[in-house]
Structure formats: C-alpha cells, structure tokens
C-alpha cells in the first residue's frame, strides 16, 4: 500500500531554513508528482508547488517563487522541500501529496515553528 | 489566481440527515475539482476528483456535481464518521496553480 512517511517537526529562528523530507513506498515513486501544501493551525490549505521525481522538474507557487526548493532522491524514493528566510507566518503543517493534479496520497504532515 | 469560496462556513446536521456543500470558482475550471475530507490532526483525504468521481474507497454516499465555476458535495445520508472539514480544490490552472477553498466545517447539531 502506498505510504508517504514525513520527517520530525522542526523548530527554527526567524531568518533559517527548513529542509522537510517525504519518503515514498508502495509505488513507482518516479510514476506520480509529490506536491507540498501547508496549513497554519486553523487555517486552509496553501498549495506550494510541484516536483517530478522523473525529471526533478519542478514548479512552484508564486508566493514561494524565490524562497523554496523542491528536489528528490530517486534512490531512497525521498522528496524534499526546502523553505528559506523563514519567518513567523511560515509557521504553519507541511504535507506532501502525491499527484499531478488532484491529490490521491498524503504524509501525515510535519509542523514547522518559525520563532525568535 | 483562481479564487475558491465554499459556503456556508459551517454547517450544524444531524446524523443520517442529507447535505449539500458548495464550492465557487471566481473563473471556470470546467470539471478540474476535487473534494478533500479532513479530521482533526490528520492529513486531508481525497473523496472526489474531476467533479463527480469518487477516490478508491469512498462510499457511495459521497457524490460531487457541477462544473464551470459551481460546484457542489452532497453526502446522502451523514454518518459519525463524516462530521469534518471539508476542501474543494481546483486544479485546472495546474502546473501555474492549484488552490482551495477555505473549507466547510460539519458539526453535528
């Protein structure tokens, strides 16, 4: 059965970077994008963006568009997200989903703390 | 950006009553739409894609309808296990941009 298993929660200091990790199992990871998308506690979803784990192509939203890095390694079946120049309002869950438009699969999420 | 607004906010039902969601979008995604099901402190759970099919697994009593810019979700008749939030999702603007509404909240009456 198709698992996606995300890593720890994180706790970082306004101005750091996150790095969130995704394993897949259960399927052909290079067959299905994953897709990241947020929650802060109360709130809806955000989509971030996309990854082929193929072709390590990506797209991202544009609100993330300068501060957000989407890549995989193809040999441990993980897709990342990296998150730069954190602030308080990045505070928020982070999901992998896997697919190309609509979303049949997701992690289990991982909080992230933005705080000074 | 496609905006999504799902109405009402929150809905009070009782078990084994028939309701309907909706779900607007501010410019046509034709039957680019999904439906997700979220419980407290878990990871959404897709129930419906392309407007009207149900995800392996989903009981029949979840339909979608609709297309353009309205959408709805009708579950027949509510069970305890159904009481959640629930997201639409529009994906026809994909790879540019996927987006949700802001959720319709069931609480049981």
């Known amino acids: 059965q198709v698992h996606l298993v995300q890593s720890g929660a994180e706790v970082k200091r306004p101005g750091a970077s996150v790095k969130v990790s995704c394993k897949a199992s259960g399927y052909t990871f290079n067959s299905y994008d994953i897709n990241w998308v947020r929650q802060a506690t109360g709130q809806g979803l955000e989509w971030m963006g996309w990854?082929?784990?193929?072709?390590?192509?990506?797209g991202y939203a544009q609100k993330f568009q300068g501060r957000v890095t989407m890549t995989r390694d193809t040999s441990t079946s993980t897709a990342y997200m990296e998150l730069r120049s954190l602030r308080s309002e990045d505070t928020a869950i982070y999901f992998c989903?896997?697919?190309?438009?609509?979303?049949?699969?997701w992690g289990q999420g991982t909080p992230v703390t933005v705080s000074s | 950006e496609v905006v999504m607004t799902q109405s009402p906010a929150t809905l009070s039902v009782s078990p084994g009553e028939r309701v309907t969601l909706s779900c607007r979008a501010s410019q046509t995604v034709s039957s680019n739409l999904a439906w997700h099901q979220q419980k407290p402190g878990q990871a959404p759970r897709l129930l419906i894609y392309?407007?009207?099919t149900r995800a392996t697994g989903v009981p029949d009593r979840f339909s979608g309808s609709g297309a353009g810019t309205e959408f709805t979700l009708t579950i027949s008749s509510l069970q305890s296990e159904d009481f959640a939030v629930y997201y639409c999702?529009?994906?026809?603007?994909?790879?540019?941009?996927?987006?949700f509404g802001q959720g319709t909240r069931l609480e049981i009456k």
């Open positions: 990854m082929n784990p193929g072709t390590g192509s990506a």
């Open positions: 989903a896997r697919g190309r438009r609509q979303f049949d699969f």
């Open positions: 999702q529009q994906y026809n603007n994909w790879p540019l941009s996927i987006s």
């Open positions: 392309g407007a009207s």
